[in-house]
């Protein structure tokens, strides 16, 4: 069955960190991916997507994924997370070809420490 | 100028009533969603309209019937609700015809409660 995996349901860190926020996924083929930003009381924002080409790929607010098809991943960092980053991020898979339908996971709540 | 607005923004109901949830978009997309984040943030799709016209029905129940008076409004009628209908509804909307390649902008949710 398709579906998105988010392992980590919480991270904290302190502001100024590393941030990686995990993704695998489940689909019969290579899927398009996606990562969303809710912010508290907002709706879901794109930060990035990957459809083909360079595996590393650059998204909005300084954030970046990289996928590995062997790994089935889609992994999200930050170089250095900002206290305006505390979210939640759900990763989200799609089909390549038909309907336009997101198979999302069930979200990491991150919480950044000043 | 909010891109994708929705109303209300909580809604606390009883079971057995008819509820409405509002959405509008100003960003002169064609296509509009529906989606359902239930208790456990998990998000899944419900419905999807290009230009009033439906082209992506879930399993959903029947109770829930989505109206599109034009390309900019999607609105989510909701009869007879259940217990198991509370959660967060999402709108979003896109330029294109639901394809691949075209990014969804989301509103803030509706967090539907019932009792």
């Known amino acids: 069955a398709q579906s998105v995996t988010q392992p980590d349901i919480h991270i904290t860190v302190s502001e100024g960190a590393s941030l990686e926020l995990r993704c695998n996924y489940s689909?019969?083929?290579?899927?398009?991916l996606f990562w969303y930003v809710q912010s508290p009381g907002q709706g879901l924002q794109l930060l990035l997507k990957?459809?083909?080409?360079?595996?590393l790929v650059q998204g909005i607010k300084g954030f970046e994924a990289e996928f590995k098809r062997s790994q089935s991943s889609f992994n999200l960092r930050k170089p250095s997370v900002h206290w305006s980053d505390a979210a939640e991020y759900f990763c989200?898979?799609?089909?390549?070809?038909?309907?336009?339908?997101?198979?999302f996971g069930t979200g990491t709540r991150l919480k950044v420490l000043a | 100028d909010t891109a994708v607005s929705q109303t209300p923004k909580y809604l606390v109901t009883q079971m057995g009533n008819d509820k409405s949830i509002k959405c509008e978009q100003n960003?002169?997309?064609?296509?509009m969603y529906w989606y359902k984040q239930d208790s456990k943030k998990f998000l899944k799709i419900m419905f999807s309209?290009?230009?009033?016209?439906?082209?992506i029905n879930e399993t959903v129940p029947n109770r829930f019937s989505p109206k599109s008076p034009d390309k900019a409004h999607l609105n989510l009628h909701i009869n007879s609700l259940e217990l198991g209908d509370s959660a967060v509804y999402f709108c979003?909307?896109?330029?294109?015809?639901?394809?691949?390649?075209?990014?969804?902008?989301f509103g803030p949710g509706t967090r539907l409660t019932v009792l």
């Open positions: 979003a909307s896109s330029q294109g015809l639901a394809t691949i390649t075209d990014t969804q902008y």
């Open positions: 989200a898979v799609a089909p390549t070809s038909g309907t336009y339908k997101y198979i």
């Open positions: 960003l002169g997309h064609d296509t």
């Open positions: 689909y019969g083929a290579t899927p398009y």
């Open positions: 990957y459809f083909s080409g360079d595996t």
């Open positions: 309209y290009n230009n009033k016209e439906l082209i």
